[in-house]
């Protein structure tokens, strides 16, 4: 158990729909990351938050956004959603943006898992 | 500009034995943290082990160990006394080792890894 906390597990979807997945991270941990893998794609950096800040950008699309909240939980949203946003989204946790030469471990959840049909 | 090439889609080894898993980084970053994580079939990404650039040993985390070789922008995993339980997906990943973009990872294609009885 990693202690990133995810839900939900598994959902089923339509294309149009609007989604909002949540992440609780490790506790201690300021630093919020979402992930998104598909076969296609393979595992692709979406967007970080830390301590409630956006702190880096990845490939995320406009119809997708993102918040960390201030007891340092996260959501992400997904807007009117398309069959090819079905991944498995992950989110990760670390203690501070920056962790040096010895770096700081980044944690993932057991990601949820999206299907649009 | 961040790369991870991992050559072995897939790699089979006998229980009990020991097995390298090969992957070749390129980055411009001149202080950058090197992982590995393990998606078993279950889905959820486990990490294993990290070594920063400037570490001068390589990272040991029980039987995991990374072999480290900076100069050919290498980063192996090694699992001595493979176990069944071993079986899954691995992945290599690198990132900025400190500030605001720590945590923005950018992963290999990964390797299937087999454990046989």
């Known amino acids: 158990d990693s202690g990133v906390t995810q839900t939900p597990k598994h959902l089923i979807t339509a294309t149009g729909q609007r989604v909002t997945l949540r992440c609780s991270p490790r506790?201690?941990?300021?630093?919020v990351y979402w992930y998104q893998q598909s076969l296609d794609q393979g595992l692709q950096f979406l967007i970080q938050?830390?301590?409630?800040?956006?702190?880096a950008k990845g490939n995320i699309l406009e119809r997708f956004s993102a918040q960390q909240f201030p007891d340092l939980h996260s959501e992400l949203n997904l807007s009117s959603l398309e069959l090819g946003d079905s991944a498995l989204y992950f989110c990760?946790?670390?203690?501070?943006?920056?962790?040096?030469?010895?770096?700081?471990?980044?944690?993932f959840g057991e990601g949820s898992w999206l299907t649009v049909v | 500009a961040q790369k991870i090439t991992q050559t072995q889609p897939g790699m089979f080894v006998q229980e009990k034995e020991a097995v390298t898993l090969d992957c070749t980084y390129d980055?411009?970053?001149?202080?950058?943290?090197l992982f590995w994580y393990k998606q078993p079939s279950s889905g959820e990404m486990i990490f294993l082990i990290y070594?920063?650039?400037?570490?001068?040993q390589n990272a040991t985390e029980g039987r995991y160990s990374l072999n480290f070789q900076k100069a050919r922008k290498s980063a192996n995993l090694v699992i001595s006394a493979s176990q069944l339980g071993d079986s899954a997906m691995y992945f290599c990943?690198?990132?900025?080792?400190?500030?605001?973009?720590?945590?923005?990872?950018?992963f290999g294609q990964g390797t299937i890894l087999t454990v046989h009885p």
């Open positions: 980055t411009s970053d001149p202080s950058y943290g």
């Open positions: 990760a946790s670390s203690v501070t943006p920056g962790g040096g030469p010895s770096g700081n471990t980044i944690y």
């Open positions: 990943a690198t990132g900025v080792d400190g500030g605001t973009s720590y945590g923005k990872l950018t």
């Open positions: 506790s201690g941990d300021l630093s």
């Open positions: 938050y830390y301590n409630g800040e956006e702190r």
């Open positions: 070594q920063g650039s400037y570490d001068q």
